[in-house]
């Protein structure tokens, strides 16, 4: 299916569509935000994936988060080789939030991409998200594959650097499958927002860990979804430095997400139809998967105490009435089991492979579709 007129009235009407790419028409510009706290090691080959980029106009700002390292005197010797390339140096640390916010408030584009300074953009990415927007109006974020990798950036992938297809998901539906899953399915740096849709919805909320996933959600509201199939969009670097490894345990990755869902609900994705249904399922979705990942740990031999309370905790907050699930009758089973609960129990091993199977069927659509679960 071509994009056309057509096309953007079925999205509307409520159809998740698979379209085959079309080319760009023109050269969109593209505002790269890059936050960077003692990154300068990693800002080069950062800056340079995006001053790279075929077929669109870039600009960068480069936000130093008063750095300790040589990142600002990188940054300033990278604005100097290239006018394209803009830096703002704050004279105390202000955290991510206030960072991306603040090269937020200077970029000026057709779309806005966060970069952290420790990731990279594959080539071509650009064009290939930007042109999903110039043929469809109405989606104001695209996303597609991004690589995880640890050392040194891998070498593009074969066949990876071209578009298959594109699907669409009317926003208010792919918020709704979020909501029913309590989870996000980007990363960060593979994103590609329209500009005018991220100056109606405002930045980023201020949350330790969940702002990007927050501010995803909030775009989705007000604005269709797309995905760009079949190729990589961006590299994200696992390292023990980054901000995604450091306090992050299961209690505070759901605790983190139960209050992205908050912040989203309180804020103007409170005043959309449907809000108070979507907030329900998106709580109930929280504490369903605690109380998943509480009784997974059990039966894996993985789970200390304060472990399993704080998860019990989190899915108890999030939705008081957990406690006449079977979900919740599962766990105390669990707990309450004569002996202690063992993984070498029959019952143990069923559902400890069970997981397994439906963890990997899981990475496995998210690879292809973009999305855990859901329609696609």
């Keep these: 299916m071509t994009a056309d007129r057509s096309t953007l009235a079925r999205t509307r009407s409520g159809r998740v569509l698979h379209i085959v790419p079309v080319a760009l028409r023109r050269r969109p510009h593209v505002a790269v935000v890059v936050p960077c706290f003692n990154y300068g090691r990693f800002l080069p080959a950062a800056v340079g994936s995006v001053l790279a980029q075929p077929g669109v106009d870039v600009s960068v700002v480069v936000v130093d988060d008063a750095s300790t390292d040589d990142s600002l005197e990188v940054a300033r010797s990278l604005a100097?080789?290239?006018p394209r390339v803009q830096v703002i140096?704050?004279?105390?640390?202000?955290?991510?939030?206030?960072?991306?916010?603040?090269?937020?408030?200077?970029?000026?584009?057709?779309?806005?991409?966060?970069?952290?300074?420790d990731d990279l953009?594959?080539?071509?990415?650009?064009?290939?998200?930007?042109?999903?927007?110039?043929?469809?109006?109405?989606?104001?974020?695209?996303?597609?594959?991004?690589?995880?990798?640890?050392?040194?950036?891998?070498a593009p992938r074969r066949g990876r650097d071209r578009a298959s297809g594109w699907t669409v998901w009317p926003g208010t539906q792919w918020l709704a499958d979020r909501c029913a899953d309590g989870t996000n399915v980007i990363t960060s740096p593979e994103v590609v927002m329209r500009m005018s849709v991220v100056e109606r919805v405002g930045g980023q909320q201020p949350l330790a860990h969940t702002h990007d996933m927050e501010m995803w959600f909030r775009i989705a509201a007000f604005a269709d979804v797309a995905y760009v199939r079949g190729c990589d969009q961006a590299l994200h670097r696992e390292h023990a430095d980054s901000l995604s490894a450091r306090k992050v345990d299961d209690v505070k990755d759901l605790e983190q997400r139960l209050e992205a869902f908050e912040v989203l609900f309180a804020g103007v994705v409170g005043e959309v139809p449907g809000a108070s249904v979507l907030r329900s399922t998106a709580l109930r979705a929280v504490a369903l998967r605690a109380l998943e990942i509480a009784s997974h740990r059990l039966d894996r031999g993985r789970a200390s105490e304060s472990v399993t309370q704080g998860l019990a905790a989190v899915a108890l907050r999030a939705w008081p009435e957990v406690v006449g699930q079977p979900a919740w009758a599962r766990l105390q089973r669990r707990l309450q089991a004569p002996g202690g609960w063992s993984p070498r129990r029959p019952a143990a091993v069923l559902a400890s492979a069970a997981s397994r199977v439906e963890a990997e069927r899981a990475v496995w659509r998210w690879e292809r579709?973009?999305?855990y679960g859901g329609a696609r």
């Design 121 to 154: 953009l594959t080539p071509g990415s650009l064009a290939r998200a930007v042109a999903v927007g110039e043929a469809l109006p109405d989606v104001g974020l695209v996303y597609g594959h991004p690589v995880h990798f640890h050392g040194d950036p891998p």
């Design 89 to 117: 140096a704050h004279e105390s640390n202000r955290g991510p939030v206030e960072t991306f916010n603040d090269g937020l408030a200077a970029a000026r584009g057709d779309y806005l991409v966060r970069l952290d300074a």
């Design 80 to 82: 100097a080789a290239d």
């Design 369 to 371: 579709h973009g999305v």
